[in-house]
Every structure is written in structure tokens, then in C-alpha cells.
């Protein structure tokens, strides 16, 4: 039915266990969380907003085990008149939202160039830039830079996927594989 009725207006992610979708409605958003396991965890309504033009977004989910909860970090490119800005939404899987920011796409940083790649764990996510390894945290209600790893800047770039593995995270580029350990 969602197919049908908004073909080509919704987009959604979906891991081992999360899934997070939204489609426009009016001016805004209209989010949806759900169980991949249990279809009858479904949680809509989750309404936010994004000015400008939608021109990309990517999803990562993160388990948060000492609050017993996931967080879905969705990234999102969007065109405001002649400016790009990348718009981070943090949910919880009730549809809370946690944190979201907005950030110019040339932040110095550089975790706002690209929205694919990420990896989160818990209340933080890790983001692959031309510098190497950026910890993004959330903390009340606010996104911002906990930490940056440079010396990962021979492994990683814009363009690598990081994959989260126990002791470990894998760098993934168009022709290597990296596992780093972070401190």
C-alpha cells in the first residue's frame, strides 16, 4: 500500500533489527520506526522537518545497550536557496527525537561533506572525512564533534564505509579493507 500510494516519495532503511523510513507531507516530514523482526512494532507520526530541497539521505542504526534502546541517525543533504546544508536527525525507536542539527555541507570538520558511510554505536557515530575518523555525539538534544581520529587519514576518506566489528571498526574503500582500533 505505501508503494502504491507514495511511489517514489519514500524512502526507508532497514537492518538486522531497525528500520526507519519518511516521506514528505506538506512542508515537513512524516517519519516511521519499526522492528524488522516484529511487524507489529511500528511506530508513525514521527514528524520533522527539513527545509529546503531533499537531495540525498542515508540511515545508520545503533544499539544502545546500557539504555536498552536503538537510535536511528539519519543524515540528509537538502538545498536551501543557493546553499547545501546536511540536516543530522537522531530517533529513538519510540519516534523520539533525540537531537537534530543542521550544518553547512563545507564545515571545516568535514563529517558534513557526504551522508553515506557512517557507523553509529550508542549516543555516537562515527563518520569517514578526507582528515580521517570523526566522533559525532549527541548531548542535550544538540550533534557535535566528540572527538577526532587523524591518524586514520591514511585509511580513510569521504568516500569509505566503516563497519562496526568487535575490538574494531573496518574502513572499506573502493579497493582496500582497513580494520582500525580506536582509542
Known amino acids: ?17 531497525n ?3 519518511f516521506y514528505p507531507v506538506g ?7 519499526f522492528d524488522a523482526r516484529d511487524a507489529n512494532n511500528f511506530q508513525d507520526g514521527i514528524i520533522f522537518e527539513m527545509p529546503g530541497t531533499l537531495i540525498d539521505a542515508s540511515c545508520t542504526f545503533a ?6 534502546i536503538s537510535l536511528a541517525w539519519l543524515f540528509a543533504h537538502v538545498k536551501v536557496g543557493a546553499y547545501m546544508r546536511c540536516i543530522i536527525t ?3 525507536g519510540d519516534g523520539a527525537i ?13 563529517f558534513a561533506r557526504r551522508v553515506r558511510g557512517r557507523a553509529a554505536v ?22 557535535s564533534v566528540a572527538k577526532t581520529f587523524p591518524e586514520t ?31
Open 1 to 17: 500500500l505505501v508503494g502504491d500510494v507514495l511511489a517514489n516519495r519514500t524512502r526507508f532503511w532497514v537492518d538486522d533489527s
Open 19 to 21: 528500520g526507519f523510513g
Open 27 to 33: 512542508r515537513g516530514y512524516m517519519g516511521f520506526r
Open 63 to 68: 544499539v544502545c545497550p546500557h539504555h536498552a
Open 90 to 92: 537522531v530517533i529513538k
Open 98 to 110: 533525540v537531537a537534530q542539527d543542521s550544518f553547512d555541507v563545507d564545515h571545516p570538520d568535514g
Open 122 to 143: 550508542g549516543p555516537v557515530c562515527l563518520v569517514p572525512t578526507d582528515e580521517g575518523m570523526i566522533r559525532l555525539k549527541v548531548d542535550n538534544g544538540k550533534i
Open 153 to 183: 587519514k591514511q585509511w580513510v576518506d569521504d568516500d569509505t564505509t566503516l563497519l562496526l566489528d568487535t575490538g574494531g571498526v573496518f574502513a572499506v574503500n573502493s579497493d582496500s579493507i582497513y580494520k582500525l582500533k580506536l582509542s
